[in-house]
């Protein structure tokens, strides 16, 4: 190999590991059998059986770990142990039996059906931002699900196999983080367009039109209508007025006690952090215009980095200066001492850096595309690979509020960054895209803000008067239970999201564009700098 020009790295790719792929089944499946059946599983087995007494479900479960291993250690063995044409040759397939040919094909056709029914036509508008949909719909259904895993009792209602997948959705509250990035990133876009193109800023008034339109409709009904029904259905609730007042000016995250301004939907609090990151975001934008006057991309990106830099710092500072004391500090103490928990940790400076890390990645787009638009499966391996890291921190680190890692909510700068790549690298690729934009995803990113909203109040309603059960932490003990009154959540929060766009966020979103597409709203901002 050497001999014929090739480099270590393909050296050890295409000779030395393949040689050594026998011993590397051999030691991985050892491994396997080792982690999967080792002395906590072995100990429990042998007391289930001589202990207990109980041999039908000790031969039961031996029986399926048998299953398990014996499909498990194939993979391996049909992938990394044997001959590397051995899965794929032709004499194989043609050995094959008939019933499994037919099991393929069914499964084949089967998978087509599917494909066809969610295949949505890439869009051909060539400002289109790929893969954006599929990323705001997997957003909001992270949070959903990690409401929905905190009402079951994991550890009682699922087999040790699933469990990992549990404590995974435990994490999904990263979802949030995923949110505040593609929010950066897409109001970010007509900035850099206008920058890129010589064009003054955009008008500050239509921005803050188009923000307050897509926020305060929604936003403003599923805040008086959960303080409302909250009256009746949690009378126990403190400071109701000051968190409802501070929730209605978007000020609530300002301080632990108002924090959540809503004890029937708690969620909401992320929407005084949304709307202090839309004031924040074009007066952190539009500097640029000054700092780089012949719209050099070089100087620009050294400014974005500084704004980053500037932002960590600021969190520090707000973390060293504005700690909360320790009387009644936790989540035992309710919602407002759960807030002294996350507070200031959670604050304007740590959730800026997540849109600003989205405007970065709005950025390297726009850049990019003016100077070579070409799609490559190279940014959908760059894609995937971000998103894996991402996937890796958010099982490690997520969930929780601040974790070890940062010290910062949602692993920031760390897991927001990774966020960002794989927006500009799926924007830019092939394949990637085309799968998270289909049509299922499309229709939960349109309807996803009111998914957001009203979700928690559905599962809260359902506890107080259906299932007592339906707890945070202690949780259901049966999956069958708990899966029904999931989808039962899942659907009336659908209905309700799906209302919430058609008569309330939509038609305000229409107005809006038509008010601005009269003459005397087109003129730029008198304090945009150019």
């Not at 400071?239 to 004890?263: D, I, W």
């Not at 000054?290 to 050294?302: A, E, G, I």
């Amino acid at each position: 190999a050497r001999m014929d020009g090739a480099n270590a790295w393909q050296a050890l790719r295409y000779v030395t590991v393949p040689q050594l792929r026998p011993m590397i089944f051999f030691a991985g499946s050892i491994t396997l059998i080792t982690g999967i059946s080792g002395d906590t599983l072995a100990r429990y087995l042998h007391y289930m059986a001589y202990i207990m007494g109980d041999y039908g479900a000790t031969a039961a479960m031996a029986a399926t770990i048998l299953l398990i291993l014996t499909g498990l250690l194939y993979v391996l063995w049909a992938y990394i142990g044997g001959r590397p044409e051995l899965p794929h040759n032709s004499l194989g397939a043609r050995r094959q039996h008939p019933m499994v040919i037919r099991a393929k094909a069914i499964v084949g056709a089967g998978w087509h059906k599917i494909e066809v029914l969610l295949y949505a036509p890439a869009s051909t508008d060539p400002q289109a931002l790929r893969g954006f949909n599929g990323m705001r719909a997997i957003a909001c259904l992270m949070v959903v699900v990690h409401h929905l895993a905190q009402r079951l009792d994991g550890e009682r209602a699922l087999v040790w196999v699933l469990k990992p997948l549990w404590r995974l959705g435990l994490h999904f509250d990263m979802g949030v983080c995923l949110f505040f990035v593609l929010s950066g990133a897409l109001l970010s876009m007509p900035f850099w367009e206008r920058f890129f193109s010589g064009e003054p800023a955009p008008s500050l008034g239509q921005y803050a039109a188009r923000r307050a339109a897509r926020i305060v409709p929604g936003y403003w009904l599923a805040l008086i209508l959960s303080v409302a029904i909250g009256l009746v259905a949690m009378p126990e609730a403190l400071l109701v007025l000051p968190r409802f007042l501070a929730g209605l000016g978007f000020v609530s995250g300002l301080h632990y006690t108002t924090l959540f301004p809503s004890e029937l939907d708690p969620v909401l609090w992320s929407i005084s952090f949304e709307v202090m990151c839309y004031v924040l975001l074009p007066l952190l934008l539009l500097p640029a215009w000054r700092w780089s006057p012949d719209r050099n991309p070089q100087r620009t990106l050294r400014y974005l980095i500084g704004v980053l830099i500037a932002l960590q710092l600021a969190h520090l500072w707000v973390v060293a200066n504005f700690m909360t004391e320790e009387l009644d500090r936790g989540w035992r103490f309710g919602l407002i001492g759960g807030a002294k928990q996350w507070i200031p940790y959670w604050n304007p400076a740590t959730f800026m850096t997540q849109f600003m890390l989205g405007s970065l990645a709005a950025f390297g787009i726009v850049w990019k595309t003016r100077v070579d638009p070409r799609r490559g499966n190279t940014f959908d391996t760059m894609a995937r690979w971000a998103l894996i890291g991402a996937i890796f921190l958010l099982a490690l680190f997520g969930g929780g509020g601040h974790n070890s890692f940062t010290r910062q909510p949602y692993i920031t700068p760390v897991f927001p960054a990774l966020c960002a790549v794989a927006l500009f690298a799926m924007h830019f690729g092939r394949r990637l895209h085309l799968a998270l934009d289909n049509r299922l995803f499309n229709f939960v990113a349109t309807i996803s803000f009111g998914l957001y909203l009203w979700h928690f109040p559905v599962i809260e309603l359902l506890r107080i008067y259906y299932v007592p059960d339906f707890l945070v932490k202690t949780g259901v003990r049966h999956f069958g239970e708990w899966f029904l009154w999931s989808t039962l959540v899942m659907a009336i929060s659908t209905m309700l999201a799906w209302l919430s766009w058609r008569w309330l966020e939509q038609p305000a979103l229409l107005w809006v564009k038509r008010r601005l597409r009269k003459p005397q709203n087109d003129k730029p901002a008198q304090g945009a700098l150019a």
